[in-house]
C-alpha cells in the first residue's frame, strides 16, 4: 500500500529541475515555483489508462473466470479459472472529474 507515489528524481512536471540548491528543498517552503521549469503543466489530471479489460464477446470488467469442473475421487467439484488470454485492454478514459496529480508537491488542506 502506498506505492503509488513518486520518490525517484523522475521527469515529472511538478519534480521540478532536480538539482540540490532547489529553494524548496528546505521542507518548511511548500511554493509552486518548481513549476516554472514546465509552463505548461497543471497539477490536475484529466485522463488515465484504465485497469478494465474486453473479453471475445465484448463484455467489459476487470477481471474474467471461466468455470470448469474437476473430478477429484470420483466426486464434480466446480472451480473458477481465471481467464488472461484474448483480453482487449480498454485504453486512455477521460474522467468526468479532473483529480490532482500524485506528485503535486503543494499542501491544499491542513487540519
Known amino acids: 500500500m502506498g506505492g503509488s507515489g513518486s520518490k525517484s528524481k523522475g521527469f515529472w512536471p511538478f519534480s521540478g529541475s532536480g538539482s540540490v540548491d532547489d529553494a524548496t528543498k528546505d521542507g518548511n517552503e511548500q511554493t509552486l515555483a518548481r513549476v516554472r521549469s514546465f509552463p505548461g503543466a497543471t497539477p490536475f489530471v484529466f485522463i488515465r489508462r484504465s485497469s478494465m479489460f ?9 477481471e474474467f473466470y471461466e468455470e470448469t469442473i ?38 491544499l488542506c491542513e487540519a
Open 70 to 107: 474437476v473430478t477429484k475421487n470420483g466426486r464434480k467439484k466446480a472451480k473458477l479459472k481465471r481467464i488472461q488470454k484474448n483480453l482487449t485492454p480498454q485504453g486512455i478514459i477521460k474522467l468526468d472529474h479532473p483529480c490532482i496529480h500524485v506528485d503535486f508537491p503543494v499542501v
Open 54 to 62: 474486453f473479453d471475445e464477446d465484448g463484455d467489459l470488467a476487470h
